[in-house]
T-cell receptor, first 114, second 113 residues
Framework: EAGVAQSPRYKIIEKRQSVAFWCNPI?????LYWYQQILGQGPKLLIQ????????DSQLPKDRFSAERLKGVDSTLKIQPAKLEDSAVYLC????????????FGPGTRLTVL | KNQVEQSPQSLIILEGKNCTLQ??????????LRWYKQDTGRGPVSLTIMTFSENTKSNGRYTATLDADTKQSSLHITASQLSDSASYIC????????????FGAGTRLAVHP
C-alpha cells in the first residue's frame, strides 16, 4: 500500500514570497489533514478535510494560508505572502474516515523563510 | 482548555535499558489516546491507540498504559535499541463532532551505545 506522498520535500523562499505544497493521500482515505510542526513542538492542525469539504480550519491563518482539496483526493496548501515565522515542517496526513481511525502521515515539507 | 503535557522533554539512555515516557492530559470529553513515534525528518508513525476502556496495549517492545481516572498515560520501552532514538508524541482525541486531535510537544529520546 502506497503511503501519503508530499512534495516538495524542501523549500527555501524569502519573506513575502508565495509557496505551495502538494499532498496525495492514501487511496480511499476520506479524511485529509494539514499540520504545521515548528521545530521542537508537536504538530498543530491547520485544516481538516472530509472528502472535499472543510471540517475544521479554526487554526488556519486565513489572511495568508489557503488550502483546497478538489475532487476529494489531492490537496494543496498555499502561503501568500510568507513570513519568517512560517518556517516549519508542513505535514499531510490521511485516515480512512475520521480522527478515530489511525492517521498516516507523509514525510513532510520543510519550509525555510529567509 | 484542553491540553496534553509530556515529560520529560528529552531523555538519554544507554542501549538495552528500559525507559518510561509520561503524558498527562486535560482533554474532556475523552475519546482515545495515541502514541506516535517520529524519526528525524519523517512524519509520525502510530504505535498504539487506546480507548477509555483499555488500560494497556503493547506493540512489540512498546507498552502503553492509560489511567482515564487520573488522565495519565505512559509509554514504556523495553530493551531499548539505537533505532528507538526519535520523538514520541502523545495525542488525545476529544470526543464529539469531528473528534479533534490534541498533540503534545513530544519527548525526544536518544539511545546511546
Amino acid at each position: 500500500e502506497a503511503g501519503v506522498a508530499q512534495s516538495p520535500r524542501y523549500k527555501i523562499i524569502e519573506k513575502r514570497q508565495s509557496v505551495a505544497f502538494w499532498c496525495n493521500p492514501i487511496s480511499g482515505h476520506a479524511t485529509l489533514y494539514w499540520y504545521q510542526q515548528i521545530l521542537g513542538q508537536g504538530p498543530k492542525l491547520l485544516i481538516q478535510f472530509q472528502n472535499n469539504g472543510v471540517v475544521d480550519d479554526s487554526q488556519l491563518p486565513k489572511d495568508r494560508f489557503s488550502a483546497e482539496r478538489l475532487k476529494g483526493v489531492d490537496s494543496t496548501l498555499k502561503i501568500q505572502p510568507a513570513k519568517l515565522e512560517d518556517s516549519a515542517v508542513y505535514l499531510c496526513a490521511s485516515s480512512i474516515s475520521g480522527p478515530t481511525d489511525t492517521q498516516y502521515f507523509g514525510p513532510g515539507t520543510r519550509l525555510t523563510v529567509l | 482548555k484542553n491540553q496534553v503535557e509530556q515529560s520529560p522533554q528529552s531523555l538519554i539512555i544507554l542501549e538495552g535499558k528500559n525507559c518510561t515516557l509520561q503524558c498527562n492530559y486535560t482533554v474532556s470529553p475523552f475519546s482515545n489516546l495515541r502514541w506516535y513515534k517520529q524519526d528525524t525528518g519523517r512524519g509520525p508513525v502510530s504505535l498504539t491507540i487506546m480507548t477509555f476502556s483499555e488500560n494497556t496495549k503493547s506493540n512489540g517492545r512498546y507498552t502503553a498504559t492509560l489511567d482515564a481516572d487520573t488522565k495519565q498515560s505512559s509509554l514504556h520501552i523495553t530493551a531499548s535499541q539505537l533505532s528507538d532514538s526519535a520523538s514520541y508524541i502523545c495525542v488525545v482525541s476529544e470526543k464529539g463532532g469531528y473528534n479533534k486531535l490534541i498533540f503534545g510537544a513530544g519527548t525526544r529520546l536518544a539511545v546511546h551505545p
